[in-house]
C-alpha cells in the first residue's frame, strides 16, 4: 500500500475490515492485500488508481441488505471508496459485511450460559486446567 496514491483510503478500508471481526486474516494474493475468513472475503482492485474499489469475490453469496455493494453478476461485488469521507459515512456497512461473510463462513460457537440454556451456571467457558476441589 505504501506510496499507492489511495495509500490513506486503502489502510483505513484495511483497518475497518480487519477490526470488524477478529475471524478475518489478511495476506498477499496475485500482488493486492487478501482479506479472509475460511475463504476469500474481498481484496482491492485497481489499487493504483487515486479512489479504492474493493471486490467481494462471492459477495452475491453475502446475507443482507447492502446498498453499496455493487454489481448483479452471479459472484462478486463491488464497493467504491471516493475518498476518507466516503469510507468513514460506510464504515457501518463495511463492518456488517465482514460480520455476515464471517458469520456465515465461520460462525461462532456459542457456549452454554444461564441465559440461553436456563440453568445455574453462566459466563465463558473455562480454559486451562479444572480446578481440584477441596
Not at 17 to 27: N, P, S
Request: with cysteine; charged share 30%.
Amino acid at each position: 500500500m505504501k506510496g499507492k496514491p489511495a495509500e490513506p483510503i486503502l489502510r483505513r478500508v484495511r483497518d475497518i475490515i480487519l477490526w470488524g471481526d477478529d475471524r478475518v486474516t489478511e495476506y498477499l494474493k496475485y500482488g493486492t492485500v487478501q482479506f479472509a475468513c475460511k475463504g476469500d472475503l474481498a481484496n482491492f482492485v485497481r489499487h493504483n488508481e487515486k479512489t479504492v474499489t474493493l471486490m467481494f469475490n462471492r459477495g452475491a453469496k453475502i446475507k443482507g441488505n447492502f446498498p453499496n455493494l455493487e454489481g448483479s453478476g452471479p459472484s462478486a461485488r463491488f464497493m467504491r471508496f471516493a475518498d476518507l469521507a466516503d469510507v468513514d459515512a460506510k464504515t457501518a456497512e463495511l463492518t456488517k459485511i465482514t460480520v455476515a461473510w464471517c458469520d456465515m463462513m465461520a460462525p461462532r460457537k456459542v457456549w452454554p450460559t444461564k441465559s440461553n440454556t436456563g440453568g445455574s451456571r453462566g459466563g465463558a467457558r473455562p480454559r486451562g486446567r479444572p480446578r481440584r476441589r477441596p
